[in-house]
C-alpha cells in the first residue's frame, strides 16, 4: 500500500465522519425549524381564535328586516372561534329575541351587524343615549362607562318608577329610551326603597 492510498483512505474517513456528523446537525436544525413554525402557526391561530371570539361575543341591537322593528340578537362566538382556529370564518346567529318563532329566518340582519361591528352591541347603544346625561334627581353625571361595574345606571318612566338598563330587554331599549329619563344607581336604590318601604322613610326639609 502506497503512502498515496493510505492518505486517501484518511482523507475519505475524515469526510465521512465529518459529513455525517454535520448531516445530523442540519436534520436537527431543519426539525427544529420546522417545529417552531409549527408551534407559530398554531399560535396565530389560537391568537385568531380568540379574537373571533371577542370580536362576536355579545347582545346585539340590530333592526330586524323582517319587521323593521328592534331586535336583540347574539351570534356564535363559539363556533366562530373554532372555526378561526380551523383558519375559516362563521359568521351566523346563536339567538335572537324573535327566535323561536322566526327561528328559520334568513338571518339578513348579518349585514347590518358586519357594518356596525362593535357599535351595535347593546352595551355600546346604552353608553351613547346615556352619554352627556345627568342624573334626573341629584344631576351628578351618569355616563362614565367605568362606573357601571356593579352599579348600572336606571331610568325612570313615565309612571315615575326607576329601573336598571339591564333589567330591559334589549329589544325595548329603543322604545323606553323615548320616554325615559336618567337616573343614577344611589337615587334608583334610593328611589326603590321609598317606593316599597313608604313606612321606613321620613321626609324632612333641606337645612340652608
Ligand atoms: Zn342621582
Redesign the pocket.
Given at each position: 500500500m502506497t503512502m498515496f492510498s493510505l492518505l486517501g483512505a484518511d482523507l475519505l474517513m475524515f469526510l465521512r465522519t465529518w459529513k455525517e456528523a454535520h448531516m445530523s446537525t442540519f436534520v436537527y436544525a431543519f426539525i427544529l425549524s420546522l417545529s417552531g413554525l409549527a408551534l407559530l402557526m398554531v399560535i396565530i391561530r389560537v391568537v385568531q381564535a380568540m379574537r373571533a371570539f371577542l370580536r362576536a361575543r355579545g347582545r346585539r341591537l340590530v333592526t330586524c328586516p323582517e319587521n323593521h322593528c328592534p331586535a336583540a340578537v347574539e351570534l356564535d362566538a363559539k363556533r366562530a372561534s373554532f372555526k378561526a382556529l380551523r383558519g375559516g370564518t362563521h359568521f351566523r346567529l346563536q339567538s335572537c329575541s324573535r327566535w323561536p318563532e322566526m327561528k328559520d329566518c334568513a338571518q339578513d340582519c348579518l349585514p347590518e351587524i358586519e357594518a356596525l361591528g362593535q357599535g351595535c352591541l347593546v352595551r355600546s347603544v346604552v353608553a351613547g343615549w346615556y352619554k352627556g346625561k345627568s342624573?334626573?334627581?341629584?344631576?351628578?353625571p351618569?355616563d362614565n362607562v367605568a362606573d357601571w361595574t356593579g352599579h348600572l345606571p336606571a331610568l325612570m318612566g313615565p309612571d315615575a318608577k326607576t329601573v336598571t338598563w339591564g333589567d330591559v330587554p334589549p329589544e325595548k331599549l329603543p322604545d323606553v329610551f323615548a320616554t325615559y329619563q336618567p337616573?343614577?344607581w344611589?337615587?334608583h336604590i334610593a328611589e326603590t326603597f321609598r317606593r316599597e318601604h313608604p313606612e321606613l322613610v321620613t321626609d324632612r326639609p333641606a337645612r340652608w
Open positions: 342624573c334626573v334627581y341629584c344631576h351628578k351618569v337616573v343614577c344611589s337615587c
